[in-house]
């Protein structure tokens, strides 16, 4: 595929802090090839800014390669853009056309606070997780390898599960703000597994409970399985309310017991 | 990134809720105070209302049989319980049975909603409903799930409505007559404007279980990936045949099929003169 140069224009989302209102600029990004990622048309752009003595747009991004989990941004109304499966750093200019007009937004939700531009605060996704998405383990010597017997279908979903990188792009797309998916994959490639079973209905109630402190409830839209770059099925969460309830039973406090 | 955000404190660090956990409530009341159990008791009630939905519909098929037939089903109704239990007492049961789910299916509607509402209305410092400015682009809610808050009130004053139609003849400009059902659909639903709120709240019924059948799978937690693709099939089918049952009424009684003239107690114009005609009419067959 040869290179080839496309003049777009952006609309950013500009906003100076949390406590700032926050609007859209305008800008012209000339010339930019086809072959470059999304971010990199906008660290092109940023240099622009730099040379007119203008501030430049503030965006997070860490790995580049879709793993990482920190890009986060809302092209043309969908978490990580268009495609389907990538996240934002994966997107390519060759998806635009010469000409095109992008909006980008930061990842919206109340418990996502804009730090500044396009960088938003997602510690209330680690709350979630330092809620129950741990095991506990012996950390004595190194355990013998294959001493813990994980069934082939059980390992596959845990898998599926743990692909999730915790970008909060599920909470952005969502109406209703809910982290329904991150939590229930992070819930279910722990609850999947051997190791996961002696806290698993200590975790899911408290990992839902802390995510009901923060987010909004889920409609079953599908939004978020569509904005996800890992794809993480919404089956996570139905096996997260099943297992709600069916925690709430288990750990219901007999009469006569104490705590 | 500490280096970055020169302003960023313990505020981005330390988010605060947006709502305050109450004590635990005992067993199973402590269901209702998450959203997921909320959402779980959502779905039963709406299985439940569900299968009214659908034995209301099943029901009132007896009005092809005639005048005869809706006042033979009406009583076998208030007979309930056959002879053991005194009459129109399970009635009574199943009726306040209904209203205790359709206010839980309610309560949990809206108590939800809120939640979600504090969860998005401070996105990125807009205020009001979560927007995107630069334009939102669904990719997978369709019209149905998008529209179950706004469906679910066109039912509820629906009902309202459909009770002091049919149930309470507060409508004057229908002749009601308590113990002619078969007249009292007749006369009301052979009235145009009345014919349109009917079927304008069936589509909005049948919108309504498109959604709710298949969320009611999600919500419960009944996923199994063999059936999970029967799942979207069955809600369709559910509301499309709802949907069909329930305007064949407004319908059939616009085009003359449901008719007061086929009414053979139409004069009647009391609740005991009805019930006395359609019984001498009913002891008339029996002797031949």
Known sequence: ?259 | MAQTLPNAGSDFRDPQPIRTRKKALPFPLNIWQSAIGRKWVMALTGVGLLGFVLAHMIGNFHVFEGAVGMHEYAELLRELGGGIIPRTWLLWVLRFGLIAMFGLHIAAAYTTKEISRHASDKAGYIGGEKSYPGGRDYVAANYASRTMRWTGPIILFYLIFHLADLTWGFIPSTDYVRGDPYGNLANSLGNLPVAIIYIIANGALALHIFHGAWSLFQSLGLNNPKYNQARRGLAAGLAGVILIGNLSFPILSQTGVIDQSKNPCAAETTEEGAVACFEALIHEEEGE
């Open chain 1, 1 to 259: 595929m040869s290179e080839t140069l496309i003049n777009i224009t952006l609309d950013v989302w500009r906003q100076n802090g949390p406590a700032d209102a926050g609007h859209f600029e305008t800008y012209e990004a000339k010339e930019i090839s086809t072959d470059s990622s999304f971010l990199e048309m906008l660290d092109i752009v940023n240099e622009q800014l730099i040379d007119a003595g203008k501030i430049p747009i503030t965006f997070e991004s860490d790995c580049r390669e879709g793993i990482c989990g920190t890009c986060s941004l809302m092209i043309n109304g969908q978490a990580h853009g268009p495609n389907k499966g990538q996240a934002t750093c994966q997107l390519h200019m060759r998806t635009f056309k010469n000409g095109d007009h992008i909006t980008i937004e930061p990842f919206r939700a109340t418990s996502f606070p804009v730090i500044k531009d396009l960088a938003v605060s997602r510690a209330a996704m680690d709350k979630i997780q330092h809620a129950g998405g741990y095991i506990t383990v012996a950390t004595g010597s190194a355990p013998d390898a294959n001493l813990t017997q994980v069934p082939k279908e059980a390992a596959d979903l845990a898998m599926d599960a743990a692909q999730c990188i915790g970008c909060g792009a599920c909470v952005a797309a969502c109406p209703n703000s809910a982290a329904q998916l991150f939590t229930s994959a992070k819930i279910n490639h722990l609850n999947l597994l051997p190791q996961g079973q002696s806290e698993r209905w200590k975790r899911v109630e408290e990992m839902v409970d802390t995510m009901e402190d923060f987010f909004g409830t889920c409609t079953n839209h599908g939004e978020c399985y569509e904005a996800c770059p890992k794809e993480i099925s919404l089956d996570f969460i139905a096996f997260m309310n099943r297992d709600y309830v069916k925690a709430k039973i288990k750990n219901r406090k007999l009469a006569g017991q104490n705590g």
